[in-house]
Nanobody, 119 residues
Framework: QVQLVESGGGLVQPGGSLRLSCAAS????????MGWYRQAPGKQRELVAA???????TYADSVKGRFTISRDNAKNTVVLQMNSLKFEDTAVYYC?????????????WGQGAQVTVSS
């Protein structure tokens, strides 16, 4: 299973930007479908953005036009660039790697990175 470590969270004012990175190790990164999820206090974890092994990208409606996901298979990293941040973007952000093997999905999660949007 691949191991994931997020970095880049922090405190930012509304309208500001943050860049989250997820570094992967222990697997063949290019075959994994990667995603960023977030979980706010009292809420369920939700998908923010995903990029599969073929480069197809999906965004939650709430972040379209503000967030950008990208991956660098040579560096084993996936990045979430977050612009025009809003109060409601405050959450713990998690990186996830998914691999399909013999008809079954195998998921690995990072430890999470806190993003706080506050004035």
């Amino acid at each position: 299973q691949v191991q994931l470590v997020e970095s880049g969270g922090g405190l930012v004012q509304p309208g500001g930007s943050l860049r989250l990175s997820c570094a992967a190790s222990g697997g063949i990164f290019s075959i994994y479908d990667m995603g960023w999820y977030r979980q706010a206090p009292g809420k369920q974890r939700e998908l923010v953005a995903a990029i599969d092994s073929g480069g197809t990208i999906t965004y939650a409606d709430s972040v379209k036009g503000r967030f950008t996901i990208s991956r660098d298979n040579a560096k084993n990293t996936v990045v979430l660039q977050m612009n025009s941040l809003k109060f409601e973007d405050t959450a713990v952000y998690y990186c996830k790697a998914r691999r399909l093997l013999l008809g079954r999905n195998y998921d690995s999660w990072g430890q999470g990175a806190q993003v706080t949007v506050s004035s």
